[in-house]
């Protein structure tokens, strides 16, 4: 039972963190996350292929001109351990992976990435018919992916991409901070869902990430539900034409390194 609930816990703060995918409707495949309108205006929109993923290797996703070369996968450890009575467990798992990033120039961007994620939970235990001892309640969880990101004509020009997300029973103790940096400069990286046509939330939203500098909107990324439409699930990238060719490689390593967390069942 821990196992169950302590998964069921991690996936909830991967779900916040938008590292697990939701399940749409057939008609849910039509939806698209509210992006900037100046991003929306001046992107090209490139569907996102999967590819083949052979074991030990990151699947070959491909948006456009970008495709992951060569890569390595390792295995995913994880961990779960509860208290003598049962009443309190925690659960981690983790992953290291690597990839190179090709785009439509000869340059090349060397992606090495870790994404960890863990849950600490109490649990009730029956002790008679109607006597319990403990509570059902999620004590806390986290979700740590980073990445470091060099290109091959400019190794010194390295970025490290983070997001930390931990939600605690306590609402201010909760964290949720995503950035791309090489110190000089910085992109936030938010997350986005598809609104009603009123523009109101919607309660199935398609999910993603859109990627900013100093409040310019550069690409999005749009990752919809879990239930596959037709076998192919609806995963965008929106790309800002006029970036220069290195941000445009950039943008599109850490997209595909939150591609293959998204993935990633731990």
């Known amino acids: ?41 001046n992107a090209i929109v490139l569907k996102v292929k999967m ?4 074991p030990g290797r990151v699947a070959k996703w491909r948006f456009g001109d970008y495709a992951v070369g ?15 009575l049962g009443t309190r467990g925690q659960t981690s798992g983790s ?3 690597s990839f190179v990033m090709k785009g439509p120039t000869p340059e090349t961007a060397k992606v090495d990435a870790l994404h960890a994620a863990g849950a600490e939970i109490s649990q009730s235990v029956p002790i008679t018919g109607f006597i319990t001892l403990g509570n059902d309640e999620l004590i806390e969880a986290t979700d ?14 390295a970025w490290t991409m983070l997001r930390i997300v931990k939600t605690a029973q306590q609402e201010e103790d ?32 398609a999910t993603g990430y859109e990627i900013s500098e100093d409040g310019k909107s550069l690409a999005a990324l749009q990752i919809n539900p879990l239930k596959w ?7 965008f990238v929106y790309l800002r034409q006029d970036l220069e060719p290195r941000m445009k490689l950039l943008l599109a390593a850490a997209m595909t390194v939150i591609l293959h967390a998204s993935i990633t069942d731990f």
């Open 95 to 97: 992953q290291r992976f």
């Open 70 to 84: 060569s890569s390595k996968a390792g295995a995913v450890n994880s961990k779960e351990k509860s208290n003598l």
């Open 144 to 157: 740590l992916l980073s990445a470091s990101i060099s290109f091959s004509d400019d190794p010194a020009d």
């Open 229 to 235: 439409y037709q076998g192919v699930p609806s995963w």
């Open 51 to 54: 590819g083949t993923q052979w």
């Open 174 to 205: 909760n964290l949720w901070e995503f950035y791309l940096t090489n110190e000089r400069r910085k992109l936030l990286i938010e997350g986005v869902e598809s609104l009603l046509s009123d523009g109101s939330p919607d309660p199935n939203p």
């Open 1 to 41: 039972m821990f196992s169950e609930d302590i998964s069921a816990a991690a996936k909830a703060i991967a779900f916040a963190a938008g590292c697990i995918l939701l399940s749409p409707a057939t008609g849910a495949a039509q939806k698209t996350v509210a992006i900037a309108e100046d991003l929306s205006a």
